[in-house]
């Protein structure tokens, strides 16, 4: 049989490592013949633009360099899978691309909205008595998946954060003057990677002084409140924020624009925060939005997170190999210290269209930091450095030609 393999969602540090991960394992199986990436998800299945992935990635150092490289070497898409009764035709092209390409297995790489699509391939082949399996190989920032203790993609953004933040500080803390710095990161409805930032402590560091996670009710007096508490202790106070934290009677966070799977689209916090501590209080502020850069920062990627997420893509061959459809590989922590895992999997519908929360367990009672407990959980994912390949004195990416 032949294979599939796309990605899709919002790009990561490691998703290109599980790609490899699929590929390798492939080509360790004598009953896999050729193995294909369709370019830009399961739109690009519609379309039939399939590459030959052997000869993508036929130099020797071709399969290194892709395991590396941050974002989705074969393209992305945020495309909605109808439901099989109302979306015939499409299922029927999906269906019609597989068979010229003779395709035994397809896996999905992606986020909550990915194992949708790989949920409902998995039941429509199924339902028509198709031979095909479908995995999906988890992969998002937001570590927001349920059924597993967490992403790849998710310990290398943690890390660039968590760096970031160290650098803000140092920047932030020259002047003999009262500040605030307020850092904007990334998470809608789940604050894993604002809660991360909290690393920092494992190296003595205090900041940032308070951390915000939309999973928590927020307020504004009570916010400049925790701002002048801790303006007691420190004359340069650091904030995490994530973007999906919601202020009271505030409809500036927001706007109406929703994408193709009905998230709205957010906005401000950050700036909203730094107009009303300079209202309130008065003093130098300035907010940071941290943006894309969390999401594709190789230069400092964790060693783990890339490991693993090329395991993680090996085994999604090996559990289709064996027969098993419509799943989503996940990783289950064994312990801390020494940190350890296993990989099995779940049933692809028990976490598509489902998000994972920030543990209320790991949230401090005034519900402006995190506890130890947090910490613990996220160092081990942040582990290791990688070699970035380097040519003219920047980093080198693979490209698919």
Known sequence: MNIAVAQSGGPTSAINASLAGVVKEALRHPEIENIYGSLNGIEGVLSRRMVDLKEALSAPEDMELLRVTPS?????????????????????????????????????????????????????????????????????????????????????????????????????????????????????????????????????????????????????????EDI?????????????VSEGVQLEDSKCLRNDKLDVFGHQQLSGIGKTLEELVRDKIGCKVRSIELNVMQRCSAHICSKTDIDEAETIGMEAVKAAIVGNSGIMMVFKRVSDQPYAVEIGCIDAHDTANK?????????????????????????PLIQGEIPVPMKNGMPVHFRIK
């Open 72 to 224: 989705t070497a074969l393209g992305s898409c945020r495309y909605k899978l109808p439901d099989a009764d109302s979306g015939s035709d499409v299922y029927k092209k999906i269906e019609d691309c597989f068979e010229e390409y003779s395709i035994g297995a397809f896996f999905y790489i992606g986020g909550n909205d990915s194992m949708d699509t790989a949920a409902k391939l998995s039941d429509y082949f199924k339902s028509r008595g198709i031979k095909i399996k479908v995995v999906g190989v988890p992969k998002t920032i937001d570590n927001d998946l349920p059924g597993t203790d967490h992403t790849p993609g998710f310990g290398s953004a943690a890390k660039y954060v968590a760096a970031t933040m160290s650098e803000i500080i140092c920047d932030s803390t020259v002047y003999a003057l009262e500040s605030v710095t307020i850092v904007e990161i990334m998470g809608r409805h789940a604050g894993w990677l604002t809660a991360s930032s909290c690393v920092l402590r494992a190296a003595g560091e205090c900041a940032p002084h308070l951390i915000y996670l939309p999973e928590c009710k927020f307020s504004a007096q009570g916010f400049i």
């Open 228 to 240: 002048k508490q801790q303006q007691k202790k420190h004359k340069a106070v650091i904030v995490a």
């Open 355 to 379: 998000e994972q929360f920030f543990p209320e367990k790991w949230i401090s009672e005034s519900h402006n930091n995190v506890t130890d407990d947090a910490v613990n959980y996220f160092l």
